[in-house]
T-cell receptor
Framework: NAGVMQNPRHLVRRRGQEARLRCSPM?????VYWYRQLPEEGLKFMVY????????ESGMPKERFSAEFPKEGPSILRIQQVVRGDSAAYFC????????????FGQGTRLTVV | GENVEQHPSTLSVQEGDSAVIKCTYS??????FPWYKQELGKRPQLIID?????GEKKDQRIAVTLNKTAKHFSLHITETQPEDSAVYFC??????????FGGGTRLMVKP
């Protein structure tokens, strides 16, 4: 049973471009969480999704950031018009159901904005 | 929402000594308290967790204690080894779902 899979592992974007980060949850898991880790800092919650629903997006910036978890396929975190401050590691975790906060993280996507 | 404070931010110990990292949280409704170890450039890995119905849990050289009344919990590592060197994060759950993390402790074990 593969763990949480994220791709790409590394992503370089120029300022103003779009970044798309993908997360495939563990098999049988229908809940996905995205966290951001700025250099030398802890992890900050961004968004919590269930299949086809956003449950909690309180940690996600209102502008330029969006997330989805379609019925088929991976969850996508999309950052439009990236700026240098978006450079960070983005980690995804999955859970089989609500009320299970245990987080097993994917390898992360390290976004660098140049 | 939940707020988690973690201390110290850096900790240097001699190999074989013990290391203790402490966290406090604000939301009395939190029930799940995990600890993660993160090596440079890698993902956070769950090393031990505790739920609010117990006060202490141990796994070999690692133990965690929880004081719900005071709203604090601690990680104890005994007989530290150089491979224990990493950044450690505590966390607490929000309404049983997402986690709020502390700021991290950089542990350095000197051989």
């Amino acid at each position: 049973n593969a763990g949480v899979m994220q791709n790409p592992r590394h992503l370089v974007r120029r300022r103003g471009q779009e970044a798309r980060l993908r997360c495939s949850p563990m098999k049988g898991h229908s809940h996905v969480y995205w966290y951001r880790q700025l250099p030398e800092e802890g992890l900050k919650f961004m968004v919590y999704l269930q299949k086809e629903n956003i449950i909690d997006e309180s940690g996600m910036p209102k502008e330029r950031f969006s997330a989805e978890f379609p019925k088929e396929g991976p969850s996508i975190l999309r950052i439009q018009q990236v700026v240098r401050g978006d450079s960070a590691a983005y980690f995804c975790a999955s859970s089989p159901r609500a009320g299970r906060p245990e987080a097993f993280f994917g390898q992360g996507t390290r976004l660098t904005v140049v | 929402g939940e707020n988690v404070e973690q201390h110290p931010s850096t900790l240097s110990v001699q190999e074989g000594d013990s290391a203790v990292i402490k966290c406090t949280y604000s939301d009395s409704a939190s029930n799940y308290f995990p600890w993660y170890k993160q090596e440079l450039g890698k993902r956070p890995q769950l090393i031990i967790d505790i739920r609010s119905n117990v006060g202490e849990k141990k796994d070999q050289r690692i133990a965690v204690t929880l004081n719900k009344t005071a709203k604090h919990f601690s990680l104890h590592i005994t007989e530290t080894q150089p491979e224990d060197s990493a950044v450690y994060f505590c966390a607490a759950d929000n309404a049983g779902n997402m986690l709020t993390f502390g700021g991290g402790t950089r542990l350095m074990v000197k051989p």
